[in-house]
């Protein structure tokens, strides 16, 4: 690789969302900026990968709304496009059947997961830091399907595939 001038202001390590965004705002306040990318994509995890014509995404996929991250792609004038996620409902697929929580479970499921969505906020997450999810998981939601939906949601909240390894106060809170 050859680049344009011998020296700049700030040479930004990393051409990911982070390092693209860095790289604009020192840019914009006039220095000369370099970004060093070891792959041949800029982009990083913002990448999406399309293997027999589905599409998979290496990270983000959504965004909070009134979050940094819309307000910083706002000012750069680069609004992404896409639809609004839906907020009710959650879809998981349980034992190769697509099922829709909560209206896929059954009255008793459908309690559980209510009372325990609903008692999420009121738990002491300090205390059960050094405890697993599993852990706690097995001995706080009776129904099997109801625990898999709920390790369902902290794989997604936490990037964590393994539950005996994630903390339940980290994911909780
Ligand atoms: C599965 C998953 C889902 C996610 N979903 C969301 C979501 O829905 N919404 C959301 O807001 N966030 C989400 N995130 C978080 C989001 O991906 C990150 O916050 C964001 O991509 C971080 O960007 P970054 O530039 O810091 O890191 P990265 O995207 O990892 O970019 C780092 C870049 O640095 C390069 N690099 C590394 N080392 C070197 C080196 N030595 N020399 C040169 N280049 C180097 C890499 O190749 C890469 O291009 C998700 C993350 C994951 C893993």
């Known amino acids: 690789m050859t680049l344009e001038k011998n020296s700049y202001d700030t040479a930004v390590i990393g051409g990911g969302l982070t390092g693209l965004t860095a790289a604009v705002y020192l840019a ?6 370099v970004v060093l990318e070891k792959e041949s994509r800029l982009g990083g995890l913002a990448e999406t990968a ?3 014509g589905a599409l998979f995404n290496l990270g983000p996929h959504a965004m909070y709304e009134g979050g940094a991250a819309l307000r910083i792609l706002n000012e750069l004038g680069c609004m992404p496009e896409g639809g609004y996620a839906a907020k009710g409902s959650m879809i998981g697929i349980l034992q190769g059947r697509i099922v829709e929580v909560p209206t896929g479970l059954t009255q008793e499921e459908n309690m559980e997961w209510r009372g325990l969505m609903g008692g999420l906020s009121q738990i ?10 599993q852990e706690w998981a097995e001995s706080s939601i009776r129904r099997e399907r109801v625990r898999l939906f709920f390790y369902a949601m902290c794989r997604q909240w936490s990037y964590c595939g393994d539950m005996s390894a994630l903390s339940a106060g980290f994911a909780i809170e």
């Open 28 to 33: 914009r306040s006039g220095r000369s900026v």
């Open 50 to 52: 399309k293997m027999n």
């Open 124 to 133: 002491d997450t300090e205390s059960i830091r050094s405890v697993s999810v």
